[in-house]
């Protein structure tokens, strides 16, 4: 049981362990073969490497940003009636969703690390094994139960709240309904992640966050959820909202591209965003396609 706590621990970057960095290379050179995702898996490659040179790995940012991309990849090799990836992906997805969970929780048990890292990777732990339960019985770690994630997104809120943080409480709302319908309707979510971007342009005016920060987060808080009980009339706008965000993905990661070869940029930070910016471009067109 994660105990209460009423502020946050920020965690420092302990040192990458040789495991874990082999089993990202083995890894990548199994994902580099989807043309689709090796731009990708060369983003998570050079994540990885840059981290290294200038010390400061991270194995439960690593493992977090492995997941991000084993998702991703799973969707296409369904897409592609890949029936064998997709059966080894999942099992890999799986473990890693529980490695970054429990060494989340073991961070925190120590003091090291947040409960926001907690009751994210217990929350996407939580919401693998729910969509691939057939591919989860070989998980010998306890899963995170619903009443769990509750209990720990409550904290987080009155933490939130104590401490006068409004970003804070809006991320731990906004990551819950993700995917799964927000509990006060559609309206309020988006009103949530609408007052959220409000708050990351104030942080980016403040010089807390790059602009590249800054268009990354607007980007992903598009992410809009399919009510299968549209009227055919919304259904029709929701296609093509998927098509606009598609575009709007590609263009940003273009963008990010761009700059990268303009300015030589070569941190891990920006690295991170390339990353997501490019999953997320195929997770839009993917998701486009299927609808």
Known sequence: ??????????????????RIFALVCSALTLFAESPALELAAKHLEDYQQQRKICGKEDELATLRLQVLYLQTKVKLDRSANKTQAVA???K???????????????????????????????????EQVSYYHDNADFLQEDVPTEEDLVRMRET???????????????????????????????????????ELIKLLRERYQQGLISYWELACSEQELKDITFNPKKSPAEAAKYR???AENAAEATEF???????????????YQFTELLLRARLRQLDTEWLRRLR
């Not at 401490?163 to 309206?187: Q, T």
């Not at 273009?254 to 303009?262: D, K």
Request: with cysteine; charged share 25%; hydrophobic share 35%.
């Open 253 to 267: 990661y273009r963008q990010l591209e761009q700059h990268a070869t303009a300015t030589g940029r070569a941190d």
């Open 240 to 242: 093509e909202k998927l």
């Open 88 to 90: 080894e992906d999942t």
């Open 156 to 194: 987080l809120k009155n933490a939130a709240t104590a401490a006068n943080d409004r970003a804070a409480w809006l991320h731990a709302e906004v990551f819950w309904f993700r995917s799964r319908a927000p509990e006060h309707g559609e309206m309020v979510f988006d009103k949530y992640k609408t």
């Open 92 to 126: 890999q997805l799986l473990k890693l969703c529980a490695q970054a969970y429990h060494l989340a929780r073991s961070r925190y048990e120590h003091g090291t690390g947040s409960l926001r890292d907690v009751y994210e990777t217990a929350y996407i732990l939580n």
């Open 1 to 18: 049981m994660i105990p209460h706590q009423n502020k946050l621990i920020k965690r420092p970057f302990p040192i990458f362990p040789t």
